[in-house]
């Protein structure tokens, strides 16, 4: 029998991912793929794997892909599990969701793990944990809305939390995330996230409904650190030593490099985003 589950793709040209992707969630009760017109063989993947396939247009829309999936799909399940596809879950996936659902008990969401592969490793050090709500009662569930703004022309949220009402809980899952196959994808991901960090208001952020745990802790800590110049050392020393990504080798190094001039981009492009504002007002 399928797990009484409604899982969501967003998805856009993910030809090299989806499949991996779809065949470890094959056992869900109903799997939706919500495409932003992909120019790709990814709506032929979905359709190798029976996935509900749906376009999305931002278009004037208040949502971006994910809130607007969970407040728009026709789902049959009253829990929705949210994957990427550059995800990939566990063999033991299903027999976790459908416990997790059954003996559910009063609790309306679960946090998953996800450990990031880079130059072909896993990380088991840098960004691990790495908790994200990812299972939920998606009437009790919105995401936050950092921003309105799109990062880079993505119409997908990029680093928003899912916020449920009520009791959460943890999963003993861990999600294979293959984000960056190359430094090239991680270079063109990250000047993405730039823009959408640059256009976030984070005064007004210290003001959302708290996060709990680690991922309130970081949370936190970047609404903190937004003023400070040493923002790119701060990120390479929480990386590489706080979190003790030298012990992933060359690999973690260079993954906390790259954080670290992530850091260093966001600050800039903030910096260009705050000039052309005060010259507009100038004139």
């Avoid at 208001?201 to 003023?227: E, I, M, T, Y």
Wanted: glycine share 6%; net charge positive; with cysteine.
């Amino acid at each position: 029998m399928k797990v009484p589950v409604s899982i969501i793709v967003p998805v856009k040209n993910e030809e090299p991912n989806l499949a991996r992707c779809l065949a470890s969630i094959r056992w869900a009760g109903e799997i939706f793929v919500v495409d932003s017109h992909s120019t790709d063989a990814t709506p032929r993947i979905a359709q190798d794997f029976n996935a509900e396939f749906v376009q999305f247009d931002l278009n004037g829309q208040p949502h971006k892909k994910k809130e607007w999936a969970l407040r728009t799909l026709k789902l049959q399940h009253e829990w929705v599990f949210l994957i990427d596809a550059d995800e990939e879950l566990p063999a033991d996936g299903e027999a976790v969701v459908a416990l997790a659902i059954r003996d559910s008990k009063g609790i309306n969401g679960y946090w998953v793990n996800r450990r990031f592969w880079f130059l072909g490793r896993p990380l088991e050090h840098a960004y691990f944990p790495n908790w994200n709500l990812r299972l939920f009662r998606h009437r009790l569930a919105r995401f936050e809305q950092l921003t309105t703004e799109t990062a880079g022309g993505s119409d997908v949220e990029v680093h928003e939390h899912v916020l449920v009402e009520g009791r959460t809980s943890y999963l003993p899952l861990v999600l294979e995330h293959y984000a960056y196959p190359t430094v090239d994808a991680f270079l063109q991901k990250h000047h993405r996230y730039a823009n959408w960090e640059a256009a976030v208001d984070w005064g007004a952020v210290r003001h959302n409904p708290a996060l709990p745990g680690r991922v309130g802790w970081r949370r936190r800590l970047r609404c903190w650190s937004q003023g400070l110049p040493f923002r790119p050392w701060l990120r390479f020393a929480y990386i590489y030593l706080w979190q003790r990504g030298f012990l992933d080798g060359a690999a973690g190094y260079y993954f906390a490099r790259l954080h670290a001039y992530y850091e260093f981009l966001s600050s800039l492009k903030r910096f260009e985003r705050d000039l052309h504002a005060h010259r507009h007002l100038g004139n």
